[in-house]
Nanobody, 121 residues
Framework: QVQLVESGGGLVQAGGSLRLSCAAS????????MGWFRQAPGKEREFVSA????????YYADSVKGRFTISRDHAKNTVYLQMNSLKPEDTAVYYC??????????????WGPGTQVTVSS
């Protein structure tokens, strides 16, 4: 069993930055990759970024490449998503998930409750 809790969301102006955190717990964390997804009102949940616990390999959706950075801290069992140069279209609920590291939400087994990110223009 894996438990995930996100934090760090909020309201920011366009061009600003936020850092999301995902605190993870569970005995089998190393088996999973950690992903960030987001869901805007009326839209499907979409992949943002993912990182493997084992070797730190990471990748991003094209829409956030160059602006967002995913990282992990083994000692704290925490995954971060540093979001820079935020745009109004980044507004969504952001979810942390543990799964196989693909871009498909259905391949993730565990999800946090989500944190709201709102970017004003």
């Amino acid at each position: 069993q894996v438990q995930l809790v996100e934090s760090g969301g909020g309201l920011v102006q366009a061009g600003g930055s936020l850092r999301l955190s995902c605190a993870a717990s569970g005995r089998t964390l190393s088996r999973y990759a950690m992903g960030w997804f987001r869901q805007a009102p009326g839209k499907e949940r979409e992949f943002v970024s993912a990182i493997r616990w084992s070797d730190g390999y990471r990748y991003y959706a094209d829409s956030v490449k160059g602006r967002f950075t995913i990282s992990r801290d083994h000692a704290k069992n925490t995954v971060y998503l540093q979001m820079n140069s935020l745009k109004p279209e980044d507004t969504a609920v952001y979810y942390c998930a543990a799964g196989d590291g693909t871009v498909v939400a259905g391949r993730y087994d565990y999800w946090g409750p989500g944190t709201q990110v709102t970017v004003s223009s």
